[in-house]
T-cell receptor
Framework: GAVVSQHPSRVICKSGTSVKIECRSL??????MFWYRQFPKQSLMLMAT?????????EQGVEKDKFLINHASLTLSTLTVTSAHPEDSSFYIC???????????FGSGTRLTVV | AQSVTQLDSQVPVFEEAPVELRCNYS??????LFWYVQYPNQGLQLLLK??????LVKGINGFEAEFNKSQTSFHLRKPSVHISDTAEYFC??????????FGKGTMLLVSP
């Protein structure tokens, strides 16, 4: 079946630094990638949608200059959290849509802790 | 606009008992419906999905769900749960190529 590889699984960074999270679709072409944020014991909050080769569409309230999304190829999308602060600490999950049957495949998530 | 309501935030159940996790949706157009499971610190794994056809959908790990258009429901069931089924379960809806809209999740707690 479809697999999305997300790395790193967990990262700790200092306040003010930037962190890049990668998502790769391993056996299918992901025409659209979604990035979610999940707070403890809560549902997933959609941050942005990106289509290969075009600019991402951000949800209301999400800072596009802080959460940089790149979807340069049909198999790779990256989320860069710039100038991270402790309030950015969260669980980030990517999802790829592609292949047959309106399939959404999720990465395994990245636990970001900003200290 | 579309929305999903998961009526129970937490469902405790004993091992080998049956369970039903409830999900209701609202949408002005035809929908695709999904159930996902999330284990701690992991991404979401697809349990099953309804796109069209038979309203009874069978998924992985012995789960099944029934699409009821008149009641706008897509409840998830399992006849006999295991300790390993303890996890968070999310119901989600999309219409065509729109984004997924998730419910708030239901924590299934299976005890011996």
């Amino acid at each position: 079946g479809a697999v999305v590889s997300q790395h790193p699984s967990r990262v700790i960074c200092k306040s003010g630094t930037s962190v890049k999270i990668e998502c790769r679709s391993l056996d299918f072409q992901a025409t659209t990638m979604f990035w979610y944020r999940q707070f403890p014991k809560q549902s997933l909050m959609l941050m942005a949608t990106s289509n290969e080769g075009s600019k991402a569409t951000y949800e209301q309230g999400v800072e596009k200059d802080k959460f940089l999304i790149n979807h340069a190829s049909l198999t790779l999308s990256t989320l860069t959290v710039t100038s991270a602060h402790p309030e950015d600490s969260s669980f980030y999950i990517c999802s790829a849509r592609g292949g047959q049957g309106a399939t959404y495949t999720f990465g395994s998530g990245t636990r970001l802790t900003v200290v | 606009a579309q929305s999903v309501t998961q009526l129970d935030s937490q469902v405790p159940v004993f091992e080998e008992a049956p369970v039903e996790l409830r999900c209701n949706y609202s949408s002005s157009v035809s929908v695709y419906l999904f159930w996902y499971v999330q284990y701690p610190n992991q991404g979401l794994q697809l349990l099953l999905k309804y796109l069209s056809g038979s309203t009874l959908v069978k998924g992985i790990n012995g789960f099944e769900a029934e699409f009821n258009k008149s009641q706008t429901s897509f409840h998830l069931r399992k006849p006999s749960v295991h300790i390993s089924d303890t996890a968070e379960y999310f119901c989600a809806v999309s219409s065509g190529y729109s984004t997924l809209t998730f419910g708030k999740g239901t924590m299934l707690l299976v005890s011996p």
